[in-house]
């Protein structure tokens, strides 16, 4: 019998199927689109031109705007004088420019930077560095790291262990063994609708001692914590809480590690959240806004003690076993080093703590609307949660999410039950009320 004409994969080159799109309900999206062809500074347009007014910095990321020009050259030039470079036992000069300006931003002596590609590897980076730390000091028995519920630490294994949403780790196994969770910070109850970092919790970093009551303090690497953890819909730190955890990681010689991949850059008013609680940690997780989302890059910042404890040994060996072939790829040190210059010149972290009140006044201005149950926001960030249908958890706020695109021409983010907004730093006061406004009509219309 004659073999079938050799036929391609996919019908047509536009064929919505092969793509199965992440962190998404593929039939859902499929059936109803929700594309984007291009995008400048608030606004992204759609295929056939509609202006979509970007209530999410693209995914906590374009903090400085969409296709701002000069990171655009940047990218451009970069791409026509170095492609890549290798990098391990090579390196070309941006990296090393890039490294020093991020140290220059962090605060005390996070002065050594490790580059990736994403938050996901900038965390297991940091987790490993945080194991093989203790290891080389001699200390290799403390092999336990500590997350907190409702955390999100990206998808990597290490991330999804430490993590605490539970759809991101149910499917997936044992996880790494010997890790513990704090509680969240988050309780409805003695928080609901606060402005900024909630009056009621500081205690809950207290837990940690009973944790290492349990496993004892020689066991434990490491605690990672998000100073506001985003992706399980805007939970602020209670006032004193970071600072407490900090206390008790010193007393027992454990390292905090801050997960800043969302808060660095300006979202909550400072280059790091650090900053904004005035504690120091051992290590800082970043991503996103260091390209303002338009190269991926992560990376992670390590105190000095840190950097130094692996510098021992001979010197042609290799002193942390572990890198990318990507990590510090000459575009995304191009676009990096463009980023940090314009979050410089146009002072967007100072802008974003300007209009921090503004922005929580607006949001606030949600309250009282159908089915808003608590609305939270610190920096430029709100999270508005709204009660769930019944037996249909989630379904509402992906329905605002749906209907704010294709009706209102906003796009705004759906964590579970959330409504969430994070807009790029260059916001105006205009586009705030925009904005709210436009959240408030999908509100009313999932009612
Ligand atoms: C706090 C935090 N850590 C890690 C990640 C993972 O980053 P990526 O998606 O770049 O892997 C995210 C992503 O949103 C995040 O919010």
């Given at each position: 019998?004659?073999?079938?004409?050799?036929?391609r994969?996919?019908?047509?080159p536009?064929d919505l199927?092969a793509y199965?799109?992440p962190?998404?309900?593929?039939r859902?999206?499929?059936?109803?689109?929700?594309?984007?062809a291009?995008?400048?500074d608030m606004?992204y347009?759609t295929?056939?031109?509609?202006?979509v007014?970007?209530g999410?910095?693209?995914?906590w990321?374009t903090?400085?705007?969409?296709?701002?020009?000069?990171?655009?050259?940047?990218?451009?030039?970069?791409?026509?004088?170095?492609d890549?470079?290798?990098?391990?036992q090579?390196?070309?000069p941006?990296?090393?420019?890039?490294a020093?300006?991020v140290?220059?931003?962090?605060?005390g002596?996070?002065?050594?930077v490790f580059?990736?590609n994403?938050?996901s590897?900038?965390?297991?980076?940091?987790?490993?560095?945080?194991l093989?730390?203790?290891?080389v000091r001699?200390?290799?028995a403390?092999?336990r790291?500590?997350?907190?519920e409702?955390?999100?630490h990206?998808?990597?294994?290490?991330?999804?262990?430490?993590g605490?949403?539970?759809n991101?780790?149910?499917?997936f196994?044992?996880l790494?063994?010997?890790?513990?969770h704090l509680p969240?910070?988050?309780?409805r109850?003695?928080?609901?609708?606060?402005k900024?970092e909630p009056?009621?919790?500081?205690?809950l970093?207290d837990?940690?001692?009973?944790?290492v009551?349990?496993?004892?303090?020689s066991?434990?690497?490491a605690v990672?914590?998000?100073?506001?953890a985003?992706?399980?819909?805007v939970?602020p730190a209670?006032?004193?809480?970071?600072?407490?955890?900090?206390?008790?990681c010193d007393?027992?010689?454990?390292l905090?590690?801050?997960?800043?991949?969302?808060t660095g850059f300006g979202?909550?008013?400072h280059?790091f959240?650090?900053e904004r609680?005035?504690v120091v940690?051992d290590?800082?997780?970043?991503a996103k806004?260091i390209?303002?989302g338009?190269?991926?890059m992560g990376?992670?910042?390590v105190?000095?003690?840190?950097?130094?404890?692996f510098?021992?040994?001979?010197?042609?060996?290799?002193?942390?076993?572990h890198?990318?072939t990507?990590?510090?790829?000459?575009l995304?040190?191009?676009?990096?080093?463009?980023?940090l210059d314009?979050?410089?010149?146009?002072?967007?972290?100072e802008?974003?703590r300007?209009?921090?009140?503004?922005?929580a006044?607006?949001?606030?201005?949600?309250?009282?609307?159908?089915?808003?149950?608590?609305?939270r926001?610190?920096?430029?960030?709100?999270?508005i949660?709204?009660?769930?249908?019944?037996g249909?958890?989630?379904?509402r706020a992906?329905?605002a999410?749906?209907?704010a695109?294709?009706?209102e021409?906003?796009?705004v983010r759906?964590?579970?039950?959330?409504?969430?907004?994070t807009?790029?730093?260059i916001?105006s006061?205009?586009?705030?009320?925009?904005?709210?406004?436009k959240a408030?009509?999908v509100?009313?219309a999932?009612?």
């Open positions: 019998m004659p073999s079938a004409p050799a036929q994969a996919t019908a047509v536009n199927e199965w799109l962190f998404t309900p593929n859902a999206f499929k059936a109803a689109p929700r594309l984007i291009r995008a400048k606004h347009y295929p056939d031109g509609r202006a007014l970007d999410t910095a693209g995914m990321c903090n400085a705007g969409h296709n701002r020009d000069p990171i655009v050259a940047a990218i451009q030039a970069e791409a026509a004088a170095l890549y470079a290798p990098a391990f090579f390196a070309h941006k990296a090393f420019e890039l020093s300006r140290a220059a931003l962090a605060p002596d996070l002065d050594h580059f990736c994403s938050g590897e900038a965390v297991d980076t940091a987790l490993k560095i945080a093989a730390y203790h290891n001699g200390e290799g403390r092999t790291l500590i997350g907190r409702r955390g999100y990206g998808v990597g294994f290490g991330g999804i262990s430490v605490g949403m539970v991101n780790r149910k499917l196994g044992a790494l063994a010997g890790v513990d969240t910070t988050y309780n109850e003695h928080q609901a609708f606060s900024g009056d009621w919790g500081a205690h970093a837990e940690l001692e009973r944790i009551t349990l496993h004892d303090a066991t434990i690497a990672i914590v998000e100073p506001m985003g992706s399980t819909g939970l209670p006032k004193g809480y970071l600072p407490r955890l900090r206390a008790i007393k027992h010689g454990i905090l590690v801050f997960d800043e991949v969302i979202r909550l008013g280059a959240a650090a609680y005035g940690p290590m800082i997780t970043f806004g390209t303002s338009s190269v991926p990376g992670v910042i105190r000095k003690g840190i950097y130094d404890a510098m021992r040994g001979p010197m042609h060996v290799v002193e942390l076993f890198g990318y990507y990590s510090a790829h000459p995304a040190c191009a676009a990096g080093l463009a980023t314009l979050y410089r010149d146009e002072r967007l972290f802008r974003a300007k209009l921090e009140t503004a922005w006044e607006a949001a606030m201005g949600l309250k009282g609307l159908p089915n808003v149950l608590d609305i926001c610190v920096g430029l960030t709100a999270g949660d709204l009660g769930s249908r019944p249909e958890v989630g379904k992906y329905d999410m749906d209907k695109f294709h009706q021409n906003l796009v759906a964590a579970g039950e959330t409504i969430v907004l807009p790029p730093l916001v006061e205009g586009e705030i009320e925009e904005m709210f406004a408030a009509r509100i009313k999932v009612a």
